[in-house]
């Protein structure tokens, strides 16, 4: 139902909030459509460009190196806001993947994608805080898994993409035209975008549902995020740790897996375009899975930390099937085990990612986003140098087996270390 204010020249609508995650969802489906058309094109650009599987690693190991600085990213979110800080990186991102349109040898990659991660690196951190700001406390799970979609449909976007791209262009067309899905983006956040307390088409109503469902002892204005504090807190540490692990998974999955399917599973372009996605499309699904357990565990009495642990928990179990994807025999199992990889990733990494909203304040939450995002970005990065360095030598198995147990440790990280709010 659409409204008029009290001075009648404004209008109002419902589920503003909705609206808002939903316009967030599209910058994460270009964020990530941008993160993973690289790791689609590799065999086509590494054949075209000369470049090695040990250089590849450094490309993109550049990125996994830049978007470490997610700390400074959430830093400055926090203290100049979504609105203008968001749309500075949005920007800045959709510039450079532009430039990957005219990239030639391996060190101009990596330079390019070094500081796309550089930027890149602000989607988690303000993710988050919009999600601690705009949802009260009982559907920020929801909140956060909706938008960690745009995560995953990146990717389920990115084979076709690059293959249409190849096959009617070259690889270059993919970045243009993701740069310019950034750049577009960029206009319809300056115009519907506001912190909820200046958002002049926000009713009074929702407004009042969203400051009451949110934890008071987490609602404070401070000038400047005390960052010397929040780094002396153990519960940033041990989400920082849990992350650290789990991200590696990721990586394989967005930088590594088309590779992996053309030199052991021998896939061609169109193949991958068919099937490369399909884990992707599982993560989706985790993404709303992981919520789900939440709420299930909630209703039977759980705390909603607990809920969240046990919600890590499950997707840690399940992310076991990735220790034989490198032993199955058929390339049809293979790639369902992948696929029950990133539903399990996805179940598990929205659920840890949300507890900095459950348990720090809004003007820390983007900063403390970005610094647990550091030590994800750190477990991909020291993952995939090794992997660029060894895959040659031993092969993709011993890697899959890793990451299937890394999760398990990152589960009891969470039960023994994290200290709930009071």
Known sequence: MVTLSRSGDVRRFPYIRWTIIALFVVAMIINYLTRSILGVAAPAIMAEQHISSAQYSWITGAFQFGIMFQPLAGYLLDVIGLKVGFTL?????????????????????????????LVEGSAQPAGMKLVAEWFPARERGVAGGIYQIGASFGAVFAPPLVAWAVFNHSWRAAFFVAGGLGLAWVVAWLAWYAPPQRHRRLSDGERTLIVAGQEAALVKHRRRPPLGELLRKRNLWTIAAARFLADPVWGMLSLWMPLYLVQAR????????????????????????????????????????????GAFTLGAVLMTGMMFVGTVTSPAAAIALLCLGGFAHQTLSVTVITLCSDLFPHDQVATATGVSGTAANLGVLIFTLSLGSMVDQIGYQPFFIVLGLLDLVGAALLWTLIRKAV
């Not at 990596?110 to 500081?115: E, F, I, K, N, P």
């Open 89 to 117: 990186f949005v920007a800045i991102w959709s510039c450079i993947t532009l430039g990957h349109g005219f990239a030639n040898g391996w060190m101009g990659f990596a330079g390019l994608r070094g500081a796309l991660g």
């Open 266 to 309: 021998h896939f061609d372009l169109g193949q991958i375009a068919l099937f490369a996605w399909l884990p992707f499309l599982a993560a989706d699904l985790g993404c709303l899975f992981g919520p789900a357990v939440v709420a299930f565990l909630q209703r039977r009495g759980v705390g909603l930390i607990d809920a969240r642990r």
